[in-house]
């Protein structure tokens, strides 16, 4: 059925999606690339059933692929595609059960041209170091978009030198990181003045000090009183019950934007998480 659909758009189809389909085998994908060799976006987020071999095939057939997501898949032959495909821009390998730290900076290293990076969830063998994050601040200077979501094991070391690389961050996923602390808040509002969405545990008092720059905001925690909103700046948008927000809720405030995978026009959206 997937194939069929597509036999319409022939040679000129550049991105293909093909999101959460549990028959995404390694037949389907040849049979398709082989009908598309335009293509410069696939997105298969938590898509199964194919292996390594279609990536291989994807780093052969795709020089010029710009944006890949294979979120939630075990793929161990993503750095073959970062060596062959050295325009990507958009690259969300986040849940990726094969994918260790060390793979990791190897493709950023290689991939230098990423705008937007999504490595959250990557502890099954080896989780995600600090040595990665200094990795990514050294070798990816043009990031917007960095979503670190789960990276238990970094800490504020290597987030403040890789904030004192990317000034143009708009993108800025960092919850579920226990290690981080208020430190990193301080840096962060620092060093991204053109941030618009960002999510990561801290105090009501240090994102009041430290992000100015914050338009919208929404809060999950136990116990956020008016008195600590009232601290925050004013031209913030805040959503939640008063006096204090429900823990049981996660409420998130949009706003506009430029989408993190597209470019366009997309719904902005911040995520405070805090700890009490």
Known sequence: ????????????????????????????????????????????EQSKSFTDASLIEIARRYPNLESLNIC?????SIYIISQSCKNIRHLDISFCGGITDDSVCKIVVACRKLELLCIGGLKRYRPITDQTIIAIAFACPSLRHLSLTGCHNITDISVKKMLNQIHNLEYLGLDQCKYITDLSIRSIGDCCPNLEHLDIGASINEIATHCSN??????????????????LNPKIKIEGPMPYLDPTLLRVVTGRGRGHRTGQNWDVRVRVLCPG
């Open 214 to 231: 914050l338009e919208f905001l929404a809060v999950q925690c136990t116990n956020v009183s008016k008195d600590a909103l009232d601290k």
């Open 72 to 76: 939630g898949n075990q793929d161990y």
């Open 1 to 44: 059925m997937v194939r069929k659909n597509l036999t319409i758009y022939g040679p000129s189809l550049r991105s293909l999606k093909i999101t959460h389909y549990s028959k995404l085998s390694d037949n389907i994908l040849q049979k398709i690339f082989h009908s598309h060799p335009n293509i410069t976006s696939l997105d298969f």
